[in-house]
């Protein structure tokens, strides 16, 4: 699986939006990109994932680059529960068998 | 609906003694994975299962570990002898693989907090 490249903290106040920005130059044609994110204590949550089209749903939009070398996972409107490590991953989908290589995150603070 | 089920959410041993540690997956889910994570090396994956069959288990660091799932809804992860360089939290997910297509999310458990004296 093609690695990725985040940074390694990002502040946002509540309410604004949160951009989290995620480098995967060497991904494969076949590779699609997941975002997960761990909330302190517990395990982790998938949030969204995506191919090369734009995706949205009800916990955050996914915008890829045309080039698909990088993507930003956008929360439109952070509370203080989206406080959390954010894990951006790569990897090739079959049928049957999935696995995820979790790298470091990006840890997101949202404050008042 | 139950999510993954874990147990227990803490133990607390000493050097030498073994752990088990248990999982319940979600009804209907057939892809079991364990997962350690720790603040040095970060979250890893040790094991995973698909049918209750183990297909990669490159991720277990050492002999002393052993992961079995005598069923669909259950499975265990077990340190024999434990060591202090294990305390870690242990987390189980499932995910279903027959629900096909790319979203194949996995769902995780609360985890266990293994602390080894």
């Known amino acids: 699986d093609a690695k990725t490249t985040q940074p390694t903290s990002m502040d946002c106040a509540e309410g604004r939006a949160a951009n989290l920005p995620c480098n995967h130059s060497?991904?494969?044609?076949?590779?699609?990109v997941y975002w997960y994110r761990q909330i302190h204590s517990q395990g982790p949550q998938y949030i969204i994932h995506?191919?090369?089209n734009n995706e949205t749903n009800e916990m955050a939009s996914l915008i890829i680059t045309e080039d698909r070398k990088s993507s930003t996972l956008i929360l439109p409107h952070a509370t203080l529960r989206d406080t959390a490590v954010y894990y951006c991953?790569?990897?090739?989908?079959?049928?049957?068998?999935?696995?995820?290589?979790f790298g470091k995150g990006t840890m997101l603070l949202v404050s008042p | 609906d139950a999510g993954v089920i874990q147990s227990p959410r803490h133990e607390v041993t000493e050097m030498g003694q073994e752990v088990t540690l248990r999982c319940k997956p979600i009804?209907?889910?057939?892809?079991l994975f364990w997962y350690r994570q720790t603040m040095m090396r970060g979250l890893e994956l040790l094991i995973y299962?698909?049918?209750?069959?183990?297909?990669?288990d490159s991720g277990m660091p050492e002999d002393r570990f052993s992961a079995k799932m005598p069923n669909a809804s259950f499975s265990t992860l077990k340190i024999q002898p434990s060591e202090p360089r294990d305390s870690a939290v242990y987390f189980c997910?499932?995910?279903?693989?027959?629900?096909?297509?790319?979203?194949?999310?996995?769902?995780f458990g609360p985890g266990t907090r293994l602390t080894v004296l």
């Open positions: 991953i790569v990897r090739v989908v079959s049928s049957g068998y999935s696995t995820l290589t």
């Open positions: 995506g191919l090369k």
């Open positions: 997910a499932s995910s279903s693989s027959l629900a096909g297509g790319p979203r194949n999310e996995q769902f």
């Open positions: 009804s209907g889910h057939n892809s």
């Open positions: 299962f698909n049918n209750n069959v183990p297909i990669d």
């Open positions: 060497t991904i494969s044609g076949n590779e699609y």
